[in-house]
């Protein structure tokens, strides 16, 4: 059973930069794909970044596309999410999760992914 860690939130002002990082424990995700998503207050679960098992495609939501990357280190078990020029609507709980094989094919959607983090809350004040 694999668990995922999510670290790295805080509370930071607009136009401010926050790395997530998302450590896993029990297994190793060399060959999952790995997804960020968020929940603000009140909104229902949002897809904010993919990375593929090897690294060698990344996919994004256009409301974070230019302004986040996701990235992996195979060597650390972990995945992680900078995030740059922070805005109060990117306010939310992150969540990170794994699609270990057979991959769902949908990177995108919640339910292609088998394992899920804790989350960690991002607070951007204006």
């Known amino acids: 059973q694999v668990q995922l860690v999510e670290s790295g939130g805080g509370l930071v002002q607009a136009g401010g930069s926050l790395r997530l990082s998302c450590a896993a424990s029990g297994r190793t995700l060399s060959n999952d794909n790995m997804g960020w998503f968020r929940q603000a207050p009140g909104k229902g679960r949002e897809f904010v970044a993919a990375v593929n098992w090897s690294g060698s495609r990344t996919y994004y939501a256009d409301s974070v596309k230019g302004r986040f990357t996701i990235s992996r280190d195979s060597a650390k078990n972990t995945v992680y999410l900078q995030m740059s020029s922070l805005k109060p609507e990117d306010t939310a709980i992150y969540f990170c999760?794994?699609?270990?094989?057979?991959?769902?094919?949908?990177?995108?959607?919640?339910?292609?992914?088998?394992?899920w983090g804790q989350g960690t809350q991002v607070t951007v004040s204006s």
């Open positions: 999760a794994a699609d270990r094989p057979p991959w769902s094919g949908t990177y995108n959607m919640g339910q292609g992914y088998d394992y």
